[in-house]
């Protein structure tokens, strides 16, 4: 299968600050990437498509100008957590699909904790 | 709306039993179906992909697919403990996102 990385895989910042989290499809090229977030004991939640070269796009009720995402080149994507605060703490993993049949390969994660 | 069903356990098994499990899906327009496992506190991880009606084996692992029931089923021969987690069924329509099922959490006991 095809292989995602996740960079930090754990991050604690203090509130207030902002974080950026890498991934990347390190075997293929990805046009389009996905970010979830996952609390304790719940299912994933899509935040936002990625698409690269164009703007992401976010599902409802997620903050576009909170939760930025950058799809630079085929292969990377980033989301930044601006002023983060404590309820932003959280998974937060992403995917990426290969353009055909459709598959969807997720990274390992990154756990942030906002203090 | 697309919607993805699944029992969310949990689904009890001893070790070495077949478990059976199940998910239906409301779009009749999906064309591919997945099954992710996913241990707690650790990303999904992708087990199986099915595009057509049948069986479709892969070591301990069989999907099966019935899209005139919209129906999706992973079997697992021969449990083991470590195949204790919860199991995601996905399915997509061409070019969409995935639409998630909230997950079968798994416990093979020993």
């Known amino acids: 299968g095809a292989v995602v990385s996740q960079h930090p895989s754990w991050v604690i910042c203090k509130s207030g600050t902002s974080v950026k989290i890498e991934c990347r499809s390190l075997d293929f090229q990805a046009t389009t990437m996905f970010w979830y977030r996952q609390f304790p004991k719940q299912s994933l939640m899509l935040m936002a498509t990625?698409?690269?070269?164009?703007?992401?796009?976010?599902e409802q009720g997620v903050e576009k100008d909170k939760f930025l995402i950058n799809h630079a080149s085929l292969t990377l994507s980033t989301l930044t957590v601006t002023s983060a605060h404590p309820e932003d703490s959280s998974f937060y993993i992403c995917?990426?699909?290969?353009?055909?049949?459709?598959?969807?390969?997720f990274g390992p994660g990154t756990r942030l904790t906002v203090t | 709306q697309k919607e993805v069903e699944q029992n969310s356990g949990p689904l009890s098994v001893p070790e070495g039993a077949i478990a059976s499990l199940n998910c239906t899906y409301s779009?009749?327009?999906?064309?591919?179906f997945f099954w992710y496992r996913q241990y707690s506190g650790k990303s999904p991880e992708l087990i199986m992909s099915?595009?057509?009606?049948g069986d479709k084996e892969d070591g301990r692992f069989t999907a099966q697919l019935n899209k005139a029931s919209q129906y999706v089923s992973l079997l697992i021969r021969d449990s083991q403990p470590s195949d204790s987690a919860t199991y995601l069924c996905?399915?997509?329509?061409?070019?969409?996102?995935?639409?998630f099922g909230g997950g079968t959490r798994l416990m093979v006991k020993p």
């Open positions: 996905a399915v997509n329509e061409a070019g969409n996102m995935l639409t």
């Open positions: 779009d009749r327009g999906s064309q591919s």
């Open positions: 099915i595009y057509s009606n």
């Open positions: 990625s698409n690269e070269g164009s703007k992401a796009t976010y």
């Open positions: 995917s990426a699909r290969v353009i055909w049949p459709y598959e969807q390969y």
